[in-house]
């Protein structure tokens, strides 16, 4: 029991993602390990483009063609996930991981009701009939505090707010042991985006599942997150315990991606960009607004070296942070 | 409810214009067709046939709106007139005997091709790149790009004369007295196999091919990844995910193909000799049967109206947004 619990909930190792073009390949992500342990929120930051997405899709093995994984493992419960066939993976998928979209505004069927499109992941994983499905479907829509009667209704009839809920709920449906959140609260406003936030949080204490949460709002990752990873370009590069991070960010890219969030008091500072070149073949595009001497990477983003127990950083073996 | 009422006063409003330009135009034509005719038939005609002429081009000398009223009351009453060519039946009669083929015809060919084709779409789109996918679109163009009579000439000559697999004429055997019976049936379905295949032929490509695009651009759409992630079984993430989103243009194009049923097997009945109201409209303006022209130029309006309302109705089903309270 004990050695089931200290199991992490899913274990990703060495992951490489490639966009694979007519005669050219551009890497989504490389090198990418971490591991998220029953009951934690794991946080993975970065800004558009790194890389956080193409994870959060690999996991789900929703990648579409000319994305492909090429080298890596990622194991679920200690079953590999990418040795799934096609009749297991979709037994898989929602059962042990659900997903919340980052557009909810459009993960949602428009010819469909809410109704139906809760209802039918009972149909299909539960073998309900339609009426137990609508029952079930009501109870969701309660727990995340939407009126049941709701259930006839069509994406198009609710708010923004309300549509991000009942996607919640719909990933909550077969009690997952992890959630997957990719920018859940990107299209709504500061004071929804706080309810969501709110609601995610009673949920996860209430049902104990673990959380993949990706944003680029560093901010509010810190108040969710137990541990998190920034990304930049592909690749992880400081990996630690959430607050610790915060309180002292080792790499430079992960203070200036803090930086890049205004704090709203204390003194007036000039805002720092985050880099500007483009990432080729032999440059990691940041070094160029690299803060500290960091020649030595100028190159490559070097992989990640643990430099004090749970603190991971990616610099080069005699590169001081 | 509301939207349905709204779009029934707006087709009324439609009709009741149709129904006047119908009245005047022929008022308005220059020239004496009366006469015109007289002098073609060489005085073969019969003095109650002038009079309809007469009748019909607002020759009677009643003003202007007094005519317009009789002529209103007459076409909701049902009364066209008297067609010239097939003296003395009435023009609603000579319609009537012959809508029914047309639309029988022209609504199975519809049917089929919309149905067919959407489905190959569908399949198309789904295995996008495959081998179904490489072969059918490209055949199907291939084939609807030849000219529509050039096709059904082949066909006709193929499988109706050389082969004799199919019947050359008519829309059941001489003899047959038509009624809910296995031969007449029998027949009547075999007379209407080349005539409906050589229209399926020619139009199914195009529903193939706007099916396969739009639901190309529906499977890029968010909740498909997101049915995807539901882990749906992939035949309910097609049909009821991707299609059924997918198929609401092909609908608008149904609405518009029903409304043409009619009005557009011209070209069909006459190279079959389906006796339709496409192959009686060659006929009347061959006679120069003015009341039949008008009679079914009124039908053809008719039907393309009502055709429009039902997709309108059907749409409103099929697609939650535009329900507007």
Same mark, same amino acid.
């Given at each position: 029991?004990?050695?089931?619990?200290?199991?992490?909930?899913l274990?990703?190792?060495?992951?490489?993602v490639?966009y694979?073009?007519?005669?050219?390949?551009?890497?989504g992500a490389?090198?990418?390990?971490?591991?998220i342990?029953?009951?934690?929120v794991f946080g993975l930051a970065g800004e558009s483009g790194c890389g956080k997405s193409t994870i959060a899709n690999a996991v789900m093995r929703l990648l579409k063609?000319?994305a492909?994984?090429?080298?890596?493992?990622i194991?679920f419960?200690?079953?590999?996930v990418?040795?799934?066939?096609?009749?297991?993976l979709r037994?898989f998928r929602w059962r042990e991981i659900a997903m919340v979209f980052q557009s909810a505004m459009n993960s949602l069927n428009p010819v469909l009701t809410i109704?139906e499109q809760i209802g039918d992941i009972?149909?299909t994983h539960?073998?309900?009939?339609?009426?137990?499905?609508?029952?079930?479907a009501?109870?969701l829509l309660?727990?995340v505090?939407i009126?049941?009667?709701?259930?006839?209704?069509y994406p198009h009839?609710l708010s923004g707010g309300m549509r991000q809920r009942v996607v919640i709920a719909m990933a909550v449906a077969l009690?997952p042991r992890l959630l997957i959140m990719d920018e859940p609260t990107t299209a709504l406003d500061?004071?929804v985006q706080?309810e969501i936030m709110?609601q995610i949080?009673?949920l996860q204490?209430?049902?104990?599942f673990s959380i993949l949460f990706i944003t680029h709002d560093?901010?509010l990752m810190?108040?969710l997150s137990?541990?998190?990873?920034?990304m930049?370009?592909?690749?992880?590069?400081?990996?630690?315990?959430?607050?610790?991070?915060?309180?002292?960010?080792?790499?430079?890219?992960?203070?200036?991606?803090?930086?890049?969030?205004? =704090?709203?008091?204390?003194?007036?500072?000039?805002?720092?960009?985050?880099?500007?070149?483009?990432?080729?073949?032999?440059?990691?595009?940041?070094?160029?607004?690299?803060?500290?001497?960091?020649?030595?990477?100028?190159?490559?983003? =070097?992989?990640?070296?643990?430099?004090? =127990?749970?603190?991971?950083?990616?610099?080069?073996?005699?590169?001081?942070? | 409810?509301?939207?349905?009422?709204?779009?029934?006063?707006?087709?009324?409003?439609?009709?009741?214009?149709?129904?006047?330009?119908?009245?005047?135009?022929?008022?308005?034509?220059?020239?004496?067709?009366?006469?015109?005719?007289?002098?073609?038939?060489?005085?073969?005609?019969?003095?109650?046939?002038?009079?309809?002429?007469?009748?019909?081009?607002?020759?009677?000398?009643?003003?202007?709106?007094?005519?317009?009223?009789?002529?209103?009351?007459? /076409? $909701?009453?049902?009364?066209?007139?008297?067609?010239?060519?097939?003296?003395?039946?009435?023009?609603?009669?000579?319609?009537?005997?012959?809508?029914?083929?047309?639309?029988?015809?022209?609504?199975?060919?519809?049917?089929?091709?919309?149905?067919?084709?959407?489905?190959?779409?569908?399949?198309?789109?789904?295995?996008?790149?495959?081998?179904?996918?490489?072969?059918?679109?490209?055949?199907?163009?291939?084939?609807?790009?030849?000219?529509?009579?050039?096709?059904?000439?082949?066909?006709?000559?193929?499988?109706?004369?050389?082969?004799?697999?199919?019947?050359?004429?008519?829309?059941?055997?001489?003899?047959? !007295?038509?009624?809910?019976?296995?031969?007449?049936?029998?027949?009547?379905?075999?007379?209407?196999?080349?005539?409906?295949? !050589?229209?399926?032929?020619?139009?199914?490509?195009?529903?193939?091919?706007?099916?396969?695009?739009?639901?190309?651009a529906t499977a890029a759409e968010d909740y498909i990844t997101m049915a995807q992630a539901k882990g749906l079984?992939?035949?309910r993430i097609?049909?009821r995910y991707a299609?059924?989103n997918?198929?609401?243009?092909?609908? !608008?194009?149904?609405?518009?193909?029903?409304?043409?049923?009619?009005?557009?097997?011209?070209?069909?009945?006459?190279?079959?000799?389906?006796?339709?109201?496409?192959?009686?409209?060659?006929?009347?303006?061959?006679?120069?049967?003015?009341?039949?022209?008008?009679?079914? $130029?009124?039908?053809?309006?008719?039907?393309?109206?009502?055709?429009?309302?039902?997709?309108?109705?059907?749409?409103?089903?099929?697609?939650?947004? /535009?329900?507007?309270?």
């Amino acid at each position: 029991m004990d050695s089931a619990r200290d199991e992490p909930v899913l274990d990703v190792r060495g992951l490489r993602v490639e966009y694979r073009g007519d005669g050219r390949s551009v890497v989504g992500a490389d090198d990418v390990s971490f591991s998220i342990g029953a009951g934690e929120v794991f946080g993975l930051a970065g800004e558009s483009g790194c890389g956080k997405s193409t994870i959060a899709n690999a996991v789900m093995r929703l990648l579409k063609p000319p994305a492909e994984i090429t080298a890596g493992s990622i194991r679920f419960q200690g079953r590999d996930v990418l040795a799934l066939d096609g009749r297991e993976l979709r037994a898989f998928r929602w059962r042990e991981i659900a997903m919340v979209f980052q557009s909810a505004m459009n993960s949602l069927n428009p010819v469909l009701t809410i109704g139906e499109q809760i209802g039918d992941i009972f149909t299909t994983h539960e073998k309900l009939k339609k009426r137990a499905a609508r029952e079930r479907a009501g109870e969701l829509l309660e727990l995340v505090g939407i009126d049941p009667g709701r259930l006839k209704a069509y994406p198009h009839q609710l708010s923004g707010g309300m549509r991000q809920r009942v996607v919640i709920a719909m990933a909550v449906a077969l009690r997952p042991r992890l959630l997957i959140m990719d920018e859940p609260t990107t299209a709504l406003d500061v004071v929804v985006q706080q309810e969501i936030m709110a609601q995610i949080r009673d949920l996860q204490r209430e049902l104990g599942f673990s959380i993949l949460f990706i944003t680029h709002d560093m901010s509010l990752m810190v108040e969710l997150s137990d541990r998190m990873g920034v990304m930049y370009g592909g690749r992880i590069v400081e990996l630690a315990n959430a607050k610790d991070l915060f309180a002292k960010p080792l790499h430079p890219y992960t203070e200036a991606l803090m930086n890049a969030f205004p =704090p709203l008091t204390g003194p007036r500072r000039e805002l720092t960009g985050l880099f500007d070149a483009p990432r080729t073949a032999d440059s990691c595009g940041f070094h160029v607004r690299c803060p500290d001497d960091r020649s030595d990477c100028s190159a490559n983003i =070097p992989d990640l070296r643990e430099v004090a =127990p749970g603190r991971w950083v990616a610099q080069s073996a005699q590169g001081a942070p | 409810m509301r939207l349905i009422l709204r779009n029934l006063g707006f087709y009324l409003l439609a009709f009741w214009v149709s129904i006047t330009l119908n009245f005047l135009l022929p008022r308005f034509m220059p020239g004496d067709p009366v006469s015109r005719m007289f002098a073609r038939t060489q005085g073969g005609m019969q003095p109650e046939q002038l009079a309809q002429l007469e009748k019909l081009f607002g020759l009677d000398d009643r003003p202007l709106w007094e005519q317009y009223v009789t002529y209103v009351k007459s /076409v $909701f009453t049902g009364d066209l007139g008297i067609s010239i060519t097939r003296f003395p039946t009435p023009v609603s009669e000579v319609i009537g005997s012959q809508l029914g083929w047309t639309l029988l015809l022209g609504a199975t060919a519809l049917v089929v091709a919309a149905v067919v084709g959407n489905l190959l779409g569908i399949v198309a789109a789904w295995r996008r790149g495959g081998v179904f996918d490489s072969v059918f679109p490209p055949l199907l163009v291939f084939v609807g790009s030849f000219p529509y009579f050039w096709l059904a000439m082949g066909a006709l000559y193929l499988f109706g004369v050389t082969l004799g697999w199919f019947p050359l004429r008519h829309a059941y055997d001489a003899g047959l !007295t038509p009624g809910f019976n296995a031969e007449f049936l029998a027949s009547a379905a075999t007379h209407l196999v080349l005539p409906a295949l !050589t229209v399926v032929a020619v139009t199914v490509g195009s529903w193939m091919l706007g099916m396969r695009n739009t639901m190309i651009a529906t499977a890029a759409e968010d909740y498909i990844t997101m049915a995807q992630a539901k882990g749906l079984s992939p035949s309910r993430i097609m049909f009821r995910y991707a299609a059924r989103n997918a198929l609401l243009p092909s609908v !608008t194009n149904f609405g518009i193909g029903l409304g043409f049923v009619v009005g557009g097997a011209l070209l069909t009945e006459v190279v079959f000799a389906y006796p339709g109201i496409g192959f009686q409209l060659l006929a009347a303006v061959q006679g120069l049967d003015y009341p039949l022209m008008q009679g079914i $130029f009124l039908t053809i309006t008719a039907t393309v109206l009502l055709a429009n309302f039902l997709v309108d109705i059907l749409y409103v089903r099929l697609d939650p947004r /535009v329900r507007v309270r």
